[in-house]
């Protein structure tokens, strides 16, 4: 054997016993291991406590107890609004419901929503959930009008100390059918009509007013 095949023999066997020290053998380390999957009954107990807390929050919102609904969300909850607006935390929805219900200025006096979930939520594990469905709603403002509302709405629920709390939350309705546009609608209408009916009745009174003056200048 020749110095140089010694060398080449010394630096493989170096290279196998560093390898092997390392546990890189030529085999695939193992991924980390995934969140245990919850068993049928802890599935079963967890879409219980989640339409528990969907009961909460439709009740705390028709009751318009803000104080329920804030306890019930995490601390950095987002709650996009039907109206686009985004709360932040806690106070962010406090504040908004506030000024959307509560008076003197309340623009929504009285709210009655129903939700319905579209299906089983889907869980990761055992603290993390995400649900989506549709409700139905009726408002009375403050001016007395009332309409319903389609709306739509998504929902990411988390587990922590053993309950689970509302993390985000996005509410929405059809842009291009819903009743406050059906109601700008009729409005325009009705002021289009007022607008024709005033024109038609300053036409007819110039022409009297120049038809005088046409017979007094004859």
């Given at each position: ?68 609904i804030v306890a019930n969300v995490t601390d950095d909850v987002i709650f996009t609004t039907m109206n ?28 009655v929503a129903k939700f319905e979930v579209e299906d089983l939520s889907n869980l990761y594990g055992r ?66 009509a007022a607008v024709a009916v005033v024109l038609a009745l300053l036409a007819f009174w110039f022409g ?11």
């Amino acid at each position: 054997m020749t110095p140089m095949h010694v060398v080449r023999t010394a630096l493989l066997a170096l290279f196998l016993f560093h390898a092997s020290a390392h546990g890189q053998t030529g085999s695939v380390a193992a991924p980390p291991a995934a969140a245990p999957a919850p068993q049928t009954a802890d599935v079963a107990k967890i879409h219980d406590e989640l339409r528990a807390l969907k009961t909460t929050m439709e009740r705390a919102l028709n009751a318009m107890d803000i104080d329920a609904i804030v306890a019930n969300v995490t601390d950095d909850v987002i709650f996009t609004t039907m109206n686009g607006d985004v709360a932040r935390g806690p106070a962010g929805i406090r504040k908004y419901f506030e000024a959307m219900m509560k008076p003197p200025n309340a623009r929504v006096q009285k709210v009655v929503a129903k939700f319905e979930v579209e299906d089983l939520s889907n869980l990761y594990g055992r603290d993390f959930a995400i649900a989506f469905g549709s409700s139905k709603d009726h408002y009375q403002l403050k001016g007395g009008e009332t309409f319903d509302v389609a709306a739509r709405w998504s929902g990411t629920m988390v587990r922590r100390d053993n309950r689970w709390l509302i993390a985000n939350f996005h509410y929405s309705t059809n842009m291009f059918d819903n009743p406050v546009l059906e109601a700008q609608r009729k409005y325009l209408i009705l002021a289009a009509a007022a607008v024709a009916v005033v024109l038609a009745l300053l036409a007819f009174w110039f022409g009297r007013v120049n038809g005088r003056k046409s017979k007094t200048q004859a």
